[in-house]
Antibody
Framework: QVQLVQSGAEVKKPGASVKVSCKAS????????MHWVRQAPGQGLQWMGR????????VYAQKFQGRVTMTRDTSTSTVYMELSSLRSEDTAVYYC??????????????????WGQGTLVTVSS | QSVLTQPPSASGTPGQRVTISCSGS????????VNWYQQLPGTAPKLLIY???QWPSGVPDRVSGSKSGTSASLAISGLQSEDEADYYC???????????FGGGTKLTVL
């Protein structure tokens, strides 16, 4: 079955960087874009960006431009999300999620499924 | 401040029907399909409804979704205690070129 397994929790100091991994299995890794979404404690969901595992192209949300880098390793079917210059407001659970989508005469249809189990990143001095 | 607007809370008694609304704009719900996610405490979001009104495998048909114009809604009938969770709507936004989400609705089964 399709599964996304993320790396474990991290504790970082302000100003540091964190790199979270997401290992995919159960499908052809290069056939689906991977997206990253984060959730601060007690808050809603916030889209960070996506990577195309086939060619490595990326699109980042404006809020994270310049601080986030998404990469992939096709040999291990793993995508990575690195966030730099961490501040306390970056404390959140970070999720990877696979995109399924298609177009037809009515327009674009897309959805994120499945999601990884989440990685808690705590930024504290 | 979320791009899509949901009520922060909803409630119902076992067996009742509840609906959760989601309001957006022309660039998101008005132009693209809506998905709904269920998030149980301490777990990752789970796809509940996709493409406005489609069920992923394993989701019971007492859950349904609809969309009209720039708004969407999720309905859960025959409410059960295990439905107690947070629910999020989501849509692709053509102006932001990214996914936007509602702020989430906490459903309580009384």
């Amino acid at each position: 079955q399709v599964q996304l397994v993320q790396s474990g929790a991290e504790v970082k100091k302000p100003g540091a960087s964190v790199k979270v991994s997401c290992k995919a299995s159960g499908y052809t890794f290069t056939s689906y874009h991977m997206h990253w979404v984060r959730q601060a404690p007690g808050q809603g969901l916030q889209w960070m960006g996506r990577i195309n595992p086939s060619g490595g192209s990326t699109v980042y949300a404006q809020k994270f431009q310049g601080r986030v880098t998404m990469t992939r390793d096709t040999s291990t079917s793993t995508v990575y999300m690195e966030l730099s210059s961490l501040r306390s407001e970056d404390t959140a659970v970070y999720y990877c999620a696979r995109l399924s989508d298609y177009y037809d005469s009515s327009g674009y249809y897309g959805w994120l499924d499945p999601w990884g189990q989440g990685t808690l990143v705590t930024v504290s001095s | 401040q979320s791009v899509l607007t949901q009520p922060p809370s909803a409630s119902g008694t076992p067996g009742q029907r509840v609906t959760i609304s989601c309001s957006g704009s022309r660039s998101n719900i008005g132009s693209n399909t809506v998905n709904w996610y269920q998030q149980l405490p301490g777990t990752a979001p789970k796809l509940l409804i996709y493409s406005n009104n489609q069920w992923p495998s394993g989701v019971p048909d007492r859950v349904s979704g609809s969309k009209s114009g720039t708004s969407a809604s999720l309905a859960i009938s025959g409410l059960q205690s295990e439905d107690e969770a947070d629910y999020y709507c989501a849509a692709w936004d053509d102006s932001l070129n990214g996914w936007v989400f509602g702020g989430g609705t906490k459903l309580t089964v009384l």
